[in-house]
């Protein structure tokens, strides 16, 4: 059988996701191509080799340029801070191999903009973790929509809200600086909700208002040397118009106290909707308006074999799946577009869109007005 060896730089909560999804996706789905976990890059060497034992990777380096240099390396897997995937995607494209980057995609649309150009001239089969369409319930909520059978859309409504940074006394970091994360709670969890929109609607997002709020100003420095000023969003809410005339809006936190994993939306048709939440993941309402009025109301649809993609993992309804098993069916997609040749969803320049949704909001809420967004 074909390999597809893999290079995964950064270990983090992401880059051991990512590594068990490549350890798993054989034993739960039959592949063109066997995943390789070939070599592991982290800061230093000493970190590299513990992470390569404890990952199941079979090299590691300290040194992420070498990894992506090594002649055995066919995939680049960037689970890096969002500053540093531009570099080392560009040195990926630039060394002929595949990419597969955590999301955001750069800190700038710009930036995204030479990324996917580069890939495109290329030939580079690229694909970025939004992860959470690839939940069966997701999918299934994308074909009700699809089929028609709630009708025409009429609204959107779509959150995700956590709680992760909801603490004052955790420190200045990475993410809350503009020059190693860009926008912040926009950036970090928005964008999920942003990609989930279009992808369960099948419209684009053309236009938005948004507003944007730092709950937090300032945090401690991690150094104990006083505080810093928190350099981004900490949460967001967005009026949204799509280009097929349907209006919605969503909002994004990472301060809302209470959530773990509050991604949820809300699909208006005229005659049903959809109800979905992340934190009971392998659920989805649905309401239909038929029958007799006094017997109309939302049915709980348990996923189980009937919908896409579960039966790989359980041969009866209302197990449930987990976080983990979404980034399976995500390499199991990757792997397939890589061998078949074909383009990937989202890719690249999916990814690009939504940094061009990310600033044409955070435009919006500096000019007061409805901004264009640009992509």
């Given amino acids: 059988m074909q390999t597809l060896k893999f290079g995964l ?58 990894l992506i240099s090594d002649p055995e390396v066919d995939v680049v897997d960037i689970c890096s801070p969002n500053f540093l995937h531009k570099e080392m995607a560009l040195a990926a494209i630039a060394a002929g191999k595949h990419v597969y980057a955590e999301k955001p995609l750069a800190l700038t649309a710009d930036d995204a903009q030479e990324m996917v150009e580069a890939a495109e001239r290329a030939g580079i089969r690229t694909l970025v973790g939004f992860n959470y369409i690839r939940n069966p319930a997701s999918q299934l909520a994308r074909e009700i929509v699809a089929s028609g059978e709630i009708g025409e859309l009429i609204h959107f ?134 029958g007799s009025k006094g017997r109309r109301g939302f049915s709980t649809l348990l996923m189980g074999p009937e919908h896409p993609d579960y039966a790989a993992f359980s041969p009866a309804a209302g ?9 399976i069916i995500e390499i199991r997609d990757l792997v397939e577009g890589i061998v078949a040749g074909r383009s990937l969803y989202p890719d690249f320049r999916e990814a690009w869109r939504i940094n061009c949704m990310i600033e044409a909001i955070e435009r919006s809420h500096n000019e007061g007005g409805w901004v264009r967004v640009a992509a």
Wanted: include cysteine.
């Fill in 9 to 66: 730089i950064g270990t983090g909560y992401m880059g051991k996701a990512h590594a068990i999804a490549l350890r798993a996706a054989p034993t739960v789905f039959p592949l063109s191509a066997n995943p390789v976990c070939e070599l592991l890059a982290e800061i230093d060497d000493e970190l590299a080799s513990r992470k390569a034992r404890e990952l199941g990777f079979a090299r590691a380096t300290g040194d992420w340029k070498a």
């Fill in 157 to 290: 409504r779509g959150r995700h809200n956590e709680d992760y940074m909801a603490d004052p006394e955790l420190p200045h970091g990475w993410r809350t600086r503009r020059e190693t994360a860009g926008a912040g709670a926009l950036g970090d969890v928005g964008s999920h909700i942003l990609n989930m929109a279009e992808y369960l609607t099948g419209q684009r997002i053309a236009d938005v208002f948004g507003q944007l709020q730092t709950v937090i100003a300032r945090r401690p420095l991690a150094e104990g040397s006083g505080t810093g000023e928190v350099e981004n969003d900490d949460q967001a809410q967005v009026l949204l118009r799509f280009d097929g005339g349907l209006i919605g809006n969503i909002e994004t936190s990472r301060v809302a106290t209470g959530r773990k994993m509050g991604l949820a939306y809300t699909i208006t048709g005229t005659r049903g909707a959809i109800l979905f939440d992340q934190e009971r993941m392998s659920e989805l309402q649905l309401y239909k308006s038929e």
């Fill in 319 to 327: 197990h449930g799946l987990g976080y983990n098993d979404q980034k």
